[in-house]
């Protein structure tokens, strides 16, 4: 089945390409998201009428992505999880939750443009790729912190425990 794509496709084509797929592929998937025309003669005189917008909106979605871009240069996320003894996280960061610190810092980004391998489950900081754009890719620095630092939770936690006996004691004695 020959499709023309109306939008560009990762790992298959640019917005206006004329691509060969499988019928299921562009019946199924391509056709009904309005991702794809089938490619009529019709279709195709279209198409080429509609290049020359095709590349202005190409040109102003990548200018926005470059401005985003410039903006997002300074950002840091800081996470707070909370992690073992060596450093290893109960849990992990994951695309969702650097989408969610984004948003909170007034960044809307879509969670399939952050390019997270795999989910961060050990603390420290790392650069996360987030593609904005085709050709306008930014590493935001994210660094991962432990919720309670073992030393500062320990000491808190005998004292209020030492407290109470010491209360109870000294309450039969006065009785």
Not at 9 to 37: F, W
Not at 145 to 157: D, H, I, K, R
């Amino acid at each position: 089945m020959e499709v023309i794509l109306l939008e560009n496709i990762e790992n298959l084509g640019a917005r206006g390409q004329i691509l060969k797929v499988a019928d299921g592929y562009g019946r199924n998937y391509l056709l009904p998201r309005k991702l794809a025309v089938a490619a009529t003669p019709q279709n195709r005189k279209w198409v080429e009428q509609q290049r020359v917008k095709f590349l202005k909106l190409e040109a102003k979605e990548k200018a926005d992505a470059e401005e985003l871009a410039k903006l997002m240069q300074s950002v840091e996320i800081v996470m707070t999880r909370r992690s073992g003894e060596k450093g290893q996280l109960f849990g992990s960061v994951t695309a969702m939750d650097i989408e969610e610190a984004l948003a909170a810092q007034g960044f809307k980004i879509e969670r399939r443009k952050i390019q997270l391998d795999n989910p961060l489950k050990a603390l420290g900081e790392f650069d996360v790729p987030i593609k904005l754009h085709r050709e306008v890719t930014i590493n935001v620095k994210v660094k991962v912190e432990s919720e309670l630092e073992p030393g500062q939770a320990a000491p808190a936690e005998p004292e209020a425990e030492e407290a109470t006996p010491e209360a109870e004691k000294s309450s039969p004695e006065a009785s």
